[in-house]
């Protein structure tokens, strides 16, 4: 395996960079700051010692000799074979970072991890048949999907690749055209959304709204104790997205603005729906 780059160290960067590191190779996590990039590490040798105590085979103080950082895009290696960016949804975020990144490493599979933005508008006006979505699924390490989104420019090779690539991570590969929420997102939020406002009518507690889930329709977890997960904010955000490109069944209830406008994002903030220890 290459050099695997990560663009965001974050939730999601950090997860990626950890399977990545358990598929072997070098793994180099890119972010805006020396201190955000020490964070980004912490949080990836974490997850690396609680995988160790269910897998013999992970040996954290092996693998982060493989991990490395820059704050600087422009000093990543132009050899660089994957770069998978792990920022906030922000359409223009994305395309200065695709535009740096395409100028910098030339030969590189560039995939972004959105959950809901399009790939052909990260890829204008970029070398766009080098561009796709590679899309994780909180938490990345334990999670198996990637759901591999393609825009029109994108090229068989780079497909190729970026299959090659999830699969060695350990990951079941799904491929989506470039539509609004592509497929998992879409159908995910549409339920989401739906269990906020059972919540909102008072049609039954959050509680037991998720387990009526969880043991009627065999869902490992339930839709609000997601959101949760996921964070409210990036719910909220995706919803708002979604509204504007596939109309108003996708407008976020107020219970879901609420939640956001007084800080309550879930599992990162210690309270959402539910209450996080």
């Known amino acids: 395996m290459g050099v695997a780059v990560v663009v965001g160290g974050g939730t999601m960067g950090a997860g990626i960079a950890h399977v990545l590191l358990v598929a072997g190779g070098p793994v180099i996590v890119a972010e ?8 980004a590490i912490e949080t990836v040798a974490g997850t690396l010692a609680r995988s160790a105590k269910k897998n013999p085979d992970i040996v954290p103080e092996k693998l982060l000799q493989n991990l490395s950082t820059v704050d600087a895009l422009v000093d990543l290696p132009s050899d660089a074979e ?3 960016e792990a920022v906030p949804e922000d359409l223009s975020l994305k395309r200065r970072i695709f535009g740096e990144l395409a100028a910098n490493c030339p030969n590189a599979v560039l995939a972004s991890n959105t959950s809901s933005l399009s790939l052909g508008s ?3 006006g970029l070398p766009g048949h080098r561009i796709l979505g590679m899309h994780f699924f909180n938490p990345v390490p334990v999670q ?3 759901e ?7 090229s068989p090779q780079t497909l190729a690749k970026a299959r090659q690539w999830a699969e060695l991570m350990g990951k079941t590969v799904i491929e989506v055209r470039d539509t609004p929420g592509f497929a998992t997102s879409r159908l995910g939020v549409a339920v989401g959304l739906e269990a906020i406002r059972m919540l909102e009518d008072g049609v039954a507690s ?3 709204i998720d387990t009526g889930m969880r043991l009627g329709y065999r869902w490992p977890m339930g839709p609000l104790r997601l959101g949760d997960l996921v964070g409210l904010d990036v719910r909220l955000a995706i919803a708002e997205h979604l509204a504007r490109e596939l109309g108003p069944r996708f407008e976020p209830p107020q219970l879901l603005r609420d939640k956001v406008a007084a800080g309550h994002l879930g599992k990162k903030t210690g309270q959402g729906f539910f209450t996080w220890e």
């Open 206 to 208: 959050a509680e037991d």
């Open 148 to 154: 591999i989104v393609l825009h029109d420019g994108t």
């Open 32 to 39: 805006s700051t020396a201190d955000r990039a020490a964070t």
């Open 122 to 124: 990260i890829a204008e």
């Open 82 to 84: 994957l770069i998978i």
């Open 144 to 146: 198996e999907l990637c």
